[in-house]
């Protein structure tokens, strides 16, 4: 009897659990994992997606109006009171 208790809520998480996963799709996570890049030197390395750089931090941005812009890479870096993009 405690046999039968057991395997039948362990078979029922076990269909449910494929059922979860089955609904996700792969495209979805793979886009929370890439890195976001930002439109200016200044957001590059400012609040509110980064707001954890300081002076030498790794940065990215778009150098152009899109985001099929070339992407320039370059450190963080303090030009007067503001934190900016040096490439």
Known sequence: MLFKSIIAPATALLFAGQAFAGAVEAGNQMQERTAQIAT?????????????????????????PSDSSPIDSGKCAWRGSTLICVV
């Open 40 to 64: 200016d030197p200044v957001s590059a390395c400012n609040c509110p997606n980064n707001c954890s750089h300081k002076s030498g931090s790794s940065c990215k941005y778009y150098s152009g």
